[in-house]
Structure formats: C-alpha cells, structure tokens
C-alpha cells in the first residue's frame, strides 16, 4: 500500500533555531518527492520537488534531503521564525499513474519567540 | 497574476441538500483537482481533470461529481450532502507540459459543515 508518513506530527521550537522534520515513504514506482508548506487557513504550497537522483534540493532557509534507497526524506529549516508556523507536508508522485499525488499528514511546526 | 480561487470559502448546509462548490484558475492549466483534508488524514483526491470534457475519481470520490466545460472551471458538486462530507476542501491546477515535476497550486479552501 502507498503510504508517507511523517515524524514527529507536532513540533515547538524557539525562533532563530534550527529543526529537521522526517518522512519515509513506500510509494512504488517513485517518481518525486515534494515538500509543501500549509499555513492556518491556506492552501498548500510547494517549497520542493526532488526526483530519485537527487540528494538535496535548496528553498531558502529550507533544504530538503532525500535517500532513495532508504526511502526517506528530510526538511532542514535554517534559523526558524514565527513565519515558518505552519504544517509541512511530504508528498510523493507516483509514476506513471496519471499525476497521482500521496500526501502525508504534515508536521505541525510551531516557532515560539 | 495569475490564481485559484474557490468559493464561498465557508459553507454551512444541511443533510440531504444538493451542494455545489466553486473552482476557477486563471493559470490556464489543463489538470485540476479536488482534494479533502480532515484531521488524521492527509488530503485525498476526490475527483480530477486532465482537460474539458475530461473527469475521474479519485480515491474518495462516493457522493460527489465534478463537471469540466471549459479549461478555467472545476465544480464539485455534492449529490446530498452527508454529516461525513463536513470538511475542508481544496482545489488544485497544475500545467499538463512539465515531465512529471509539475506543481500543484492550491485554491485557499473551502470549509463546509454539514448539519
């Protein structure tokens, strides 16, 4: 079964910080991993979008890391501010199944001043 | 620029009643989408549309129909509404031209309580 799942579900950090959210994945055929922010009461927005061969990929003060052999994914957020509150969400597409998109629950990350 | 709105962004209807909620993108994308997002689940795709006069179900797609006249509009139409169809709903475009790594942009949402 297709399925992402994210750690930890909710997070508090004090701004200027640094933090790391996690996702591993079994999705088959894999064909890219996405990293969405959510504000309160919005839409989803992209920050990345990785293919299989591609380790590492840059936003900002965001930097997404995947290992594709181990199926996993990270979300680096660099010297955190009361902006970076929001729910982060990994999604995979599948390949070839028509756009098909997997999402998981989302990291609740909450920047405390 | 170029958007997704959807409307109204707050709806309150009662069971039984036929709903309709609103999808309009200016980006001129041939793909757009209908997502649900409760608590405990990620969004699940209701229904989907790769171009006018194209539709498909998705992985949650009882109770509801979506209609593709023209490339601007994706309507999702709840048939009677039911207390387990209280949720928050988003509409997505995405180009069809972009090898796979297209990105879905999100409409702001749709809140509806079913009573």
């Known amino acids: 079964k297709n399925q992402v799942e994210q750690s930890p579900q909710s997070l508090i950090i004090l701004e200027g910080k640094n933090c790391t959210l996690q996702?591993?994945?079994?999705?088959?055929?894999?064909?890219?991993l996405r990293w969405y922010k959510q504000d309160t009461g919005r839409g989803p927005v992209s920050l990345t979008i990785?293919?299989?061969?591609?380790n590492t990929k840059s936003n900002g003060r965001y930097t997404a890391t995947l290992d594709a052999d181990t199926k996993q994914s990270s979300l680096h957020i660099t010297a955190s501010q009361l902006s970076d509150s929001a729910s982060y969400i990994c999604v995979v597409r599948v390949y070839n199944q028509g756009g098909k998109l997997i999402f998981g629950q989302g990291t609740e990350l909450s920047v405390k001043p | 620029d170029a958007e997704i709105t959807q409307s109204p962004r707050h709806k309150i209807t009662e069971t039984g009643r036929q709903v309709t909620l609103a999808c309009h993108q200016t980006w001129n994308h041939n793909n757009m989408f209908w997502y649900r997002q409760d608590l405990g689940h990620g969004l699940r795709l209701i229904h989907y549309s790769y171009g006018v006069q194209d539709t498909n179900k998705g992985e949650v797609s009882d109770g509801y129909s979506v209609s593709r006249s023209n490339t601007e509009d994706l309507p999702l139409t709840l048939e009677s509404a039911a207390s387990s169809q209280t949720s928050v709903y988003f509409c997505a475009s995405s180009d069809s031209n972009s090898g796979g790594q297209e990105t879905q942009y999100f409409g702001p949402g749709t809140r509806l309580l079913v009573l």
């Open positions: 990785m293919t299989f061969s591609e």
């Open positions: 996702c591993n994945y079994t999705v088959s055929p894999f064909s890219n």
